[in-house]
């Protein structure tokens, strides 16, 4: 019987909590060093410290620094969303349920910007690692090929809609999508050319107007409308845009 209570005891709501919050404060400073100095310069020692914990216990949680950097980024959500299918999420079911394409691409820009935002750091400390790190390359590889998912499920809407771009497959539509939402490009524009998040949600909602529902029906050309005797991206984009 004494046997059983110390049991339980050690098993205690209490010292469950802790261990969530040992683990939060472990992730915390993992983010918070691999965001400010990179992977490879973020040792583990280091992480300890900023957690305030022992050495002993980050890799009693974590094993490896490789483990460490993949449960950073399986915890930047958080709450009951993370564990859902990225198709099951209330933004996605908002994306599929707008008949209007540009409407449909608009909302996924919007997306975009807002994981990028909260993300688009940690996402270049991975696509780094990866280079160096084989865990970590698995890890690129499957967020790669989540997004590439995303992207091709999204396409496959349009398809059935009948709106991609004449002359464009659907594969080739998808890889064109994958590509203008790659995190690497949101790294090159916001982080490399200090881009406004705005401004990049814009160009990427033309950028996939443009490319994925093809160029606007052919109107006469003017000299405010045109530069060069060409229509710009913009002014293409901007035809597909619903209006209000």
Excluded at 4 to 24: C, F, L, M, N
Excluded at 173 to 185: E, G, Q, Y
Aim: glycine share 6%; proline share 5%; aromatic share 6%.
């Amino acid at each position: 019987m004494a046997s059983d209570v110390k049991g339980r005891s050690y098993d205690s709501p209490r010292r469950r909590a802790q261990a969530a919050e040992t683990r939060r404060a472990i992730l915390d400073a993992a983010r918070r060093l691999f965001e400010e100095g990179g992977y490879a310069s973020t040792p583990v020692p280091s992480i300890a410290a900023e957690a305030n914990v022992a050495l002993k216990t980050v890799y009693l949680a974590f094993e490896t620094k490789a483990g460490l950097l993949r449960a950073v980024w399986d915890a930047r959500l958080g709450g009951e969303e993370e564990a859902m299918p990225v198709l099951d999420r209330s933004w996605f079911r908002e994306v599929t349920a707008e008949a209007d394409p540009a409407r449909k691409l608009r909302l996924v820009a919007a997306q975009s910007r807002r994981v990028k935002t909260s993300s688009g750091r940690l996402l270049e400390v991975i696509r780094t690692a990866a280079v160096t790190d084989p865990e970590i390359a698995t890890l690129w590889r499957d967020i790669e090929a989540k997004l590439l998912g995303v992207q091709r499920a999204i396409v496959n809407q349009l398809g059935d809609a009948k709106s991609v771009a004449r002359g464009l497959t659907r594969r080739e539509a998808t890889d064109v999508m994958w590509t203008l939402n790659h995190p690497t490009v949101w790294h090159l524009l916001v982080r490399e050319r200090s881009w406004s998040p705005r401004r990049y949600e814009t160009w990427l909602y033309d950028a996939f107007c443009l490319h994925l529902l093809g160029p606007p029906a052919a109107t006469p050309m003017t000299p405010t409308n045109s530069v060069g005797g060409h229509r710009t991206v913009s002014q293409n984009a901007r035809q597909h845009r619903p209006s209000g």
